[in-house]
């Protein structure tokens, strides 16, 4: 069996200015990805694949390959996930290279660790399902929530306002850190969540949305607590 991972990072961020390769606490963000794929020993190959030549050369010098370029059709602001994914894979079958089994990395995944990686590899194998993916539980009660008009609140689940929010079930959202998967069922499906996908818990302390330059600040000072940094 072999394994393949893609950190996909294409260089046309607009929010954050060059988001996949901006310093994180002194190194560019992407490095924290290649190097948590590396400690893992997960994979066969590691791969990046972008549009910019800036970006693929920090991650050949990370340590990651780049056999090829990001298509300009699959670089654009309305490109999705799965459409690279289909791409990368596809190139490679076209040069004799198979892969069992497939992680999608995002290259912005500064809390993501090895042991993370051979957890969902493990569980991917021994519950020969077709995707596992971290996630995390929301800090509040989702059944609970408001909505907003014109300040007006309203709320989405009336019917929950009387229950304690500890009777109420817990309710979990993507950690936006990687999806693994099998190939086969994705070439098929193209999706990576699907009815026989699992999740992995992981603690709000390892996982942040970097969107905004406020979230990266905040993402900063997670990383600093959690890893014990001054």
Not at 82 to 88: K, Q, R, Y
Request: net charge positive; proline share 4%.
């Amino acid at each position: 069996m072999k394994t393949l991972a893609i950190i996909t990072a294409r260089g046309g961020s607009k929010r954050i200015p060059n988001k996949n390769i901006k310093l994180f606490l002194g190194k560019p963000i992407i490095e924290y990805s290649i190097e948590a794929a590396i400690k893992s020993n997960c994979f066969d190959e590691i791969m990046v694949s972008t549009d910019s030549e800036k970006i693929a050369q920090i991650a050949k010098d990370s340590g990651a390959s780049v056999p090829f370029m990001r298509s300009k059709s699959n670089s654009g602001d309305y490109s999705t996930t799965a459409d690279v994914l289909i791409e990368v894979i596809n190139s490679y079958l076209k040069v004799g290279k198979k892969f069992d089994y497939v992680c999608c990395i995002y290259p912005t995944a500064p809390f993501l660790k090895a042991k993370t990686l051979k957890h969902a590899y493990k569980k991917l194998i021994d519950l020969n399902c077709k995707s596992v993916l971290p996630v995390v539980k929301f800090s509040f009660p989702i059944l609970r929530s408001f909505k907003m008009e014109k300040d007006k609140l309203e709320l989405n689940w009336p019917k929950y306002l009387s229950m304690r929010s500890q009777d109420l079930p817990n309710s979990y959202h993507d950690a936006g850190q990687f999806y693994f998967f099998r190939t086969d069922f994705f070439l098929r499906e193209k999706k990576v969540f699907t009815d026989d996908t699992y999740g992995i818990e992981m603690p709000e302390t390892e996982v942040q949305d970097i969107d905004t330059l406020e979230d990266w600040t905040i993402a900063e000072i997670k990383y600093k607590i959690s890893n014990k940094i001054d």
